[in-house]
């Protein structure tokens, strides 16, 4: 059980670092902030535990604006695909599920000034 947990910790590590690799070294990658590495149009990936069998490994693609979900198993090292979404649409909305005032009110509100 120690030997899966600790394959998954490498392999995650290993899918991090793939996708997170700019090929100019690690160092030079961590160095810089999230925000710099969105700007650059670089992948950003984020690891979490979901409950003490389960990891989620989520990486995002600011060009292409596609966020991926992966939820990694512990106990077998297995890695499964949870979703893949294209947030381009989902970033030209102007509101959804928003408490009043929502902002075409506000924005309503604003311009009767």
Same mark, same amino acid.
Request: glycine content about 8%; some cysteine.
């Given at each position: 059980?120690?030997?899966?947990?600790?394959?998954?910790?490498?392999?995650?590590?290993? &899918?991090?670092?793939?996708?997170?690799?700019?090929?100019?070294?690690?160092?030079?990658?961590?160095?810089? !902030?999230?925000?710099?590495?969105?700007?650059?149009?670089?992948?950003?990936?984020?690891? !979490? /535990?979901? /409950?003490?069998?389960?990891?989620?490994?989520?990486?995002? /693609?600011?060009?292409?604006? &596609?966020?991926?979900?992966?939820?990694?198993?512990?106990?077998?090292?297995?890695?499964?695909?949870?979703?893949?979404?294209?947030?381009?649409? /989902?970033?030209?909305?102007?509101?959804?599920?928003?408490?009043?005032?929502?902002?075409?009110?506000?924005?309503?509100?604003?311009?009767?000034?």
């Amino acid at each position: 059980m120690k030997n899966v947990a600790f394959g998954l910790t490498i392999v995650a590590g290993l &899918v991090v670092g793939l996708v997170c690799s700019d090929g100019t070294g690690g160092l030079a990658w961590a160095q810089r !902030s999230p925000l710099e590495r969105a700007a650059a149009g670089e992948l950003l990936a984020f690891m !979490s /535990d979901l /409950d003490e069998h389960r990891q989620q490994l989520t990486v995002l /693609d600011p060009r292409l604006r &596609v966020v991926s979900v992966y939820h990694l198993d512990r106990g077998t090292g297995e890695i499964g695909l949870r979703s893949v979404r294209n947030l381009n649409w /989902d970033l030209q909305m102007m509101e959804y599920n928003n408490a009043k005032p929502r902002p075409t009110e506000i924005q309503r509100l604003v311009e009767q000034r």
